[in-house]
């Protein structure tokens, strides 16, 4: 079995680098994951899996090999564990693993689909907290449009406990998203302040995508003017909008609860 131990190996500093760039990732069509639930997830999910790297002292050979399938193995030391790993609480363990494609053409819908579609989310704290809350509902689809985070971001696949792995996501811009569910008749309602009416008085039980936009600046003009229905979600206190995944888990499990869960 092959081992590294060095730091300054070309190949740990390649895995260094798809950790810490964006380009490096989307180059070479590959990203780590750390963990064994994201691992063992992530093979679920249907990703590839080229390497799985491990420090034997906290997870055993006969374990990294249970995850690796036809992956190579690579034994690491403590060191070069410690300049990859990016979670705090270590479990000993990474894979190197293949990109999928994000494109709206490859989602493979419900005949009733409910999708939650985010329009340009910037943190990956509330990126990772929308799929676990679509993992969490079993939608059918979660789409990002106009994307500004990398969705293979260490901290997505983090904050999202391995959730990036377990849901259909696609990504697109607004206009190519609208006309998506157009052409499938699919109904979407547009979270926002603005000619809203209250999000529990619409009908989810035909097929439905639930639209959210940042907290900051909330749904572009193009969400608005094109929703079946704006909705919006009544507040009573002194601000006007709550965090983004908060407010997309309160619209999604009333249209569960009107689809009988």
């Not at 190949?11 to 760039?21: M, P, R």
């Not at 380009?23 to 070479?28: D, E, I, P, T, Y």
């Not at 009908?203 to 995508?209: C, E, G, L, R, V």
Request: aromatic share 6%; glycine share 6%.
């Amino acid at each position: 079995m092959k081992q590294i131990t060095s730091v300054q190996n070309p190949f740990i500093k390649s895995l260094v680098l798809l950790q810490e760039k964006a380009k490096a990732r989307k180059q070479s069509g590959t990203f780590l994951i750390e963990g064994k639930r994201e691992i063992s997830l992530a093979l679920k999910g249907g990703y590839e899996i080229e390497t799985i790297l491990f420090l034997p002292e906290v997870c055993s050979e006969t374990e990294s090999q249970k995850l690796s399938g036809k992956a190579e193995l690579i034994e690491i030391n403590k060191e070069v564990y410690q300049k990859l790993a990016y979670r705090d609480t270590t479990e000993g363990i990474l894979a190197v693993a293949k990109a999928k494609s994000m494109l709206l053409s490859g989602l493979q819908l419900s005949e009733n689909p409910l999708i939650l579609i985010a329009e340009a989310p910037e943190k990956p704290g509330n990126i990772g907290a929308l799929l676990r809350t679509a993992d969490a509902a079993n939608l059918d689809a979660v789409i990002i449009a106009n994307p500004k985070s990398d969705l293979y971001n260490p901290n997505v696949v983090r904050s999202s406990v391995g959730c990036l792995f377990t849901n259909q996501i696609a990504t697109g811009t607004t206009a190519e998203i609208i006309a998506f569910l157009k052409e499938r008749n699919i109904n979407f309602y547009c979270a926002t302040l603005q000619n809203s009416t209250s999000y529990h008085t619409q009908d989810y039980t035909s097929p439905t995508a639930l639209v959210v936009g940042t907290e900051a600046t909330g749904l572009t003009q193009e969400w608005r003017d094109a929703a079946t229905q704006n909705i919006i979600i009544p507040m009573q206190g002194e601000i006007d909008s709550m965090n983004v995944s908060v407010a997309a888990a309160i619209l999604i499990f009333e249209a569960k609860r009107q689809r009988g869960f």
